[in-house]
């Protein structure tokens, strides 16, 4: 699975609450040029939240995508990202497309990728981005050695990410439901 640099977003699912984190880096090569962006947001009536690495165009071009099927399936979330993975994989513009995503709702969370994979991870964590494999270590963590709610565990575990992913900054996008 190819990894993206330049961000992190991590998903947590705990007692019942999903929170979705995006840090705010933007770099260029080796250079930081934005330190506030935005890559997570609500989807589809506010009841989906996404959260994208890669390319920014690419990553908002599969998330209105994604909320065009989200529209023709009524909401369906399994439904819609099965079909915007296929879409993604079988065409030929969308094949060139360097993004990867997670979205979730109340009943179910999915890492999305160019490859055809559609994620429904076990455990109730995902993280994608350069930094997604500290964060999704740290909120694993804090999981199952702590009482925190699930947007504690994603502060944390994004705090953690941000200090050892030189593409990941302490600036984070919350999003919770």
């Known amino acids: 699975m190819k990894t993206f640099h330049g961000t992190t977003i ?17 770099t260029l090569g080796d250079n930081i040029v934005k330190h506030q962006a935005r890559k997570v947001r609500r989807i589809y009536n506010e009841k989906i939240v996404v959260g994208f690495a890669g390319a920014s165009a690419d990553a908002l071009n599969l998330s209105e995508r994604l909320e065009g099927k989200l529209e023709r399936y009524n909401g369906n979330l399994t ?17 060139r497309l360097e993004a990867m995503m997670i979205a979730a709702d109340e009943a179910s969370m999915y890492l999305i990728s160019g490859n ?10 995902a993280a994608i981005g350069s930094g ?17 709610d699930a947007r ?7 705090k953690i990410a941000a200090a050892i992913c030189i593409y990941t900054n302490d600036v984070i996008t919350l999003e919770t439901l």
């Open 116 to 125: 055809g994979d559609v994620i429904e991870p076990d455990e109730g964590v």
């Open 79 to 95: 439904r819609s990202a099965v079909e915007l993975a296929r879409d993604w994989r079988t065409d030929k513009y969308l094949r």
């Open 132 to 148: 997604g494999v500290a964060a999704q270590a740290a909120a694993m963590a804090l999981v199952e050695n702590s009482d925190l």
């Open 10 to 26: 991590l998903a947590v699912r705990h007692q019942g609450k999903i929170c979705v984190a995006g840090d705010g880096q933007v």
């Open 152 to 158: 504690s565990i994603v502060e944390e575990a994004m």
